[in-house]
């Protein structure tokens, strides 16, 4: 059974830094494109940033670049978002999910995702 399993988040100050991690099993992590998705409060679920099968490619929401950073480790079955210089504005619910097969980097949006973890909350507060 395919299983996403995020942890990592919690409360932090403006400036601080959280690492997530996204433990998958059920399927083999390599064959898949990986995104991290957030929904805050009244908003729309939003790519953050999604990671191409081998590591090798990514991209970035405009508002994150700089900030975050994806990786994987495709050995150890999780997808990791390092997020520094955090915003009350990243406070957010924040997903990990599969996306395509195909070796080029597919767009980083909702549609291109299959199957969603349960999510981990992010809030930005001093």
């Known amino acids: 059974q395919l299983q996403l399993v995020e942890s990592g988040g919690g409360l932090v100050q403006p400036g601080g830094s959280l690492r997530l991690s996204c433990a998958t099993s059920?399927?083999?992590?390599?064959?898949?494109?990986i995104g991290w998705f957030r929904q805050a409060p009244g908003k729309e679920r939003e790519g953050v940033s999604c990671?191409?099968?081998?590591?090798?490619?990514?991209n970035y929401a405009d508002s994150v670049k700089g900030r975050f950073t994806i990786s994987r480790d495709n050995a150890k079955n999780t997808v990791y978002l390092q997020m520094n210089s955090l915003a009350p504005e990243d406070t957010a619910v924040y997903y990990c999910?599969?996306?395509?097969?195909?070796?080029?980097?597919?767009?980083?949006?909702?549609?291109?995702?299959?199957?969603w973890g349960q999510g981990t909350q992010v809030t930005v507060s001093s």
């Open positions: 990671i191409s099968r081998g590591g090798t490619s990514t």
């Open positions: 059920g399927f083999t992590l390599a064959n898949f494109q």
């Open positions: 999910a599969v996306g395509p097969s195909s070796l080029l980097l597919r767009p980083c949006v909702s549609s291109e995702y299959r199957y």
